[in-house]
T-cell receptor
Framework: DTGVSQDPRHKITKRGQNVTFRCDPI?????LYWYRQTLGQGPEFLTY????????KSRLLSDRFSAERPKGSFSTLEIQRTEQGDSAMYLC??????????????FGPGTRLTVL | GQSLEQPSEVTAVEGAIVQINCTYQ??????LSWYQQHDGGAPTFLSY????GLEETGRFSSFLSRSDSYGYLLLQELQMKDSASYFC?????????FGAGTTVTVRA
């Protein structure tokens, strides 16, 4: 399977704990995005990487959130001191940086986070 | 910021045609994308309009009018498998800003 993969698919944690999610993009894609989706809503942009550089971070992201993309390959999203309001589906997407197909973002299956 | 409006629900019978409208207000606009999402699944790309006019991809077509800040997705020859949520999304440079989605239910 050469699509975007995410791990874990589900995470249940207690409030105050730290969690880390991983995203493996499509190998030739140099752009990687994180989104958050809550029930009945569309995905909301969180952050964006071009290769290893994090070029934008949404104001939705508090200081408890951090994302990395070492070596421009996989990416991790860490949430520290989780709160119940962090419960959501965290989606990763990747795209090419140029060419007509760069309009298309390919999404992974998501990590569903439940904070108790 | 971005603001998008689309109907919350549409119900139609197999074989019918459904049009999902999307109006947007945005600062910075490159184009309008459409994504489909089945329950529990990932959003999948359907179409993109960067210029005014109609784009056709099989049973699905998408239209954009930049001057009216308006677009629509047309689903033709509806099939049961088309029951899903459909999102319009404004593309501003690299990122997407999504609407709340339209749930399409196809009845036999």
């Amino acid at each position: 399977d050469t699509g975007v993969s995410q791990d874990p698919r589900h995470k249940i944690t207690k409030r105050g704990q730290n969690v880390t999610f991983r995203c493996d993009p499509i190998s030739e894609h140099n752009r990687l995005y994180w989104y958050r989706q809550t029930l009945g809503q569309g995905p909301e942009f969180l952050t964006y990487f071009q290769n290893e550089a994090q070029l934008e971070k949404s104001r939705l992201l508090s200081d408890r959130f951090s994302a990395e993309r070492p070596k421009g390959s996989f990416s991790t999203l860490e949430i520290q001191r989780t709160e119940q309001g962090d419960s959501a589906m965290y989606l990763c997407a990747s795209s090419l940086g140029q060419g007509h197909l760069y309009n298309e973002q390919f999404f992974g299956p998501g990590t569903r986070l439940t904070v108790l | 910021g971005q603001s998008l409006e689309q109907p919350s629900e549409v119900t139609a019978v197999e074989g019918a045609i459904v049009q999902i409208n999307c109006t947007y207000q945005t600062s910075g606009f490159y184009g309008l994308s459409w994504y489909q999402q089945h329950d529990g699944g990932a959003p999948t790309f359907l179409s993109y309009n960067g210029l005014d006019g109609l784009e056709e991809t099989g049973r699905f077509s998408s239209f954009l009018s930049r001057s009216d800040s308006y677009g629509y997705l047309l689903l033709q020859e509806l099939q049961m498998k088309d029951s899903a949520s459909y999102f319009c999304a404004v593309r501003s440079d690299y990122k997407l800003s999504f609407g709340a989605g339209t749930t399409v239910t196809v009845r036999a």
